[in-house]
């Protein structure tokens, strides 16, 4: 049994990783029939209609790859309204990591933890976007566990995103992506309360609120690594801009946009891209990428949300196309001449799954073959009949390029029931080479780190 955890307490109640076989099969809140026992083993790589799945298929260490050419037809099942059912954590329910990795609270008690940031100086820069501020935790004795944390600035508007800059050991700046505006804060290492007023830098982002199949209100924000560019992401005001009163706000969003790091010479950077949620730089080869929500309304797998490079001038096809030559059958014959340009994404998950923050393990802590390869959240479905997401994956890459498989790294935050207990959003490496994994639905942010033989 695992030791209830108490608000605003840090580093406590851990658990070690899990492997080997995993039989599941249950009677869910979340399906119309009962859910078929399937043998799923880590290690495994799930293709084809497998590679669907449901969170009854995850466990950690489980891999999958879809193609285009796996794509369901559209309205090939209804498309339904399966919003999480969120409880409290369960006694003895605790998130699952590969075999030789412990899972412990890092911090709990926050209030809608969504993207979190290390500073230099190992901190770490929580976007609570509900009460609208970051905040800090601050490790005070050099133990790995926060022993402080602080409200850094407050007043915001929906933030999200945060960057340092200059890139590098030594920030001058915060930059904080509200979801209408980018704002910097005046900052040097080891800052607990923003020292200056908010200096606005980009005041046009157009903004979002929290609607139903659109509405994405999210920006996210990085920087290059020479620090020349700052690249900002803005989804789609609609699902697919289906109706002609949207067609003029869509016109600056389902974008990522480019700017200079003092908020001009604005460039779109790359189009089509429903909602571009998380954004990182690879660090090794200095490569934008991104992790998409992609649109709903055409049935439980279409269409997969995914996590790629983004190529400078590319088109994602969004709202038109798909996935490549897809054409949505909501704009049935509409932008002929776009067919063979549009951009299809490196690694497609499935579909849904409501992928948001992403980063690169930087750290020196965890096996080898983990060094420099990306990992994504995945918030969860709500337009899904059998749930999927509500984990966090791995994005295997060789020399800086994404395999097309992920892989299940974080799981368990549902329910055998189907009820959802748990919702990733933010992860980011601490110093210590741990991965941290901010969670809204409990208001925790969990460490993952490493202990088996490397």
């Known amino acids: 049994m695992k030791p209830t955890i108490p608000l605003r307490k840090f580093g406590v109640a851990t658990i070690t990783g899990v492997s080997g076989l995993l039989l599941v099969g249950c009677l869910a809140r979340d399906t119309t029939s009962v859910a078929v026992a399937q043998n799923v083993v880590p290690g495994q790589t799930l293709t084809g209609e497998a590679a669907r799945g449901d969170w009854t298929t995850d466990a950690p260490g489980v891999r999958r790859h879809i193609t285009p050419a796996d794509l369901a037809a559209p309205y090939e099942t209804k498309s339904v309204d399966n919003g999480a059912h969120i409880v409290p954590r369960p006694e003895g329910a605790w998130p699952k990591a590969p075999a030789g990795f412990t899972v412990e609270a890092y911090a709990t008690g926050l209030n809608n933890p969504r993207a979190i940031v290390t500073a230099p100086n190992g901190d770490i820069f929580v976007a609570e976007s509900g009460p609208n501020r970051v905040r800090i935790l601050h490790d005070s004795n050099g133990d790995g566990k926060p022993g402080i944390d602080n409200i850094f600035a407050e007043g915001l508007r929906q933030p999200f995103g945060i960057a340092f800059y200059p890139p590098g050991p030594k920030p001058q700046f915060v930059y904080v992506a509200n979801t209408d505006s980018v704002v910097r804060f005046p900052y040097k290492n080891g800052d607990l309360k923003a020292t200056g007023p908010a200096e606005t830098i980009v005041d046009d982002i157009s903004g979002g609120g929290r609607l139903r199949g659109g509405g994405h209100w999210t920006r996210d924000i990085a920087f290059s690594k020479d620090g020349k560019k700052m690249w900002v992401s803005v989804g789609s005001r609609s699902n697919v801009d289906e109706n002609p009163n949207d067609h003029e706000v869509e016109q600056r969003r389902a974008r990522i946009f ?67 030559d897809h054409q949505d059958p909501r704009h049935k014959d509409e932008h002929p001449e776009l067919k063979g340009k549009v951009s299809v994404p490196d690694v497609l998950l499935q579909s849904h799954s409501a992928s948001l923050d992403l980063t690169f393990y930087t750290g020196n802590k965890f096996p080898r073959t983990y060094r420099g390869d990306a990992f994504a959240s995945e918030h969860g479905s709500w337009n899904r009949a059998r749930r999927t997401g509500y984990k966090v994956i791995r994005v295997p890459q060789k020399n800086g390029v994404p395999t097309g498989e992920y892989e299940d790294f974080l799981t368990g935050f549902v329910t055998p029931e189907g009820d959802v207990w748990g919702r990733p959003v933010g992860v980011t490496v601490a110093n210590d080479g ?19 033989q490397k």
């Open 258 to 324: 480019e700017f200079t790091p003092d908020g001009k010479n604005e460039r779109v950077y790359a189009s089509g891209i429903r909602n571009p949620v998380g954004l990182a730089v690879n660090p090794r080869t200095g490569d934008l990428w991104t992790s998409v929500n992609e649109r709903d309304g055409l049935g439980d797998h279409l269409v997969p949300d995914y996590v790629t490079r983004v190529k400078d001038g590319g088109f994602y096809g969004w709202p038109w196309y798909y996935i490549g």
């Open 434 to 452: 741990a991965l941290l994994v901010s969670d809204d639905a409990s208001g925790t942010i969990w460490r993952v780190a490493y202990a088996g």
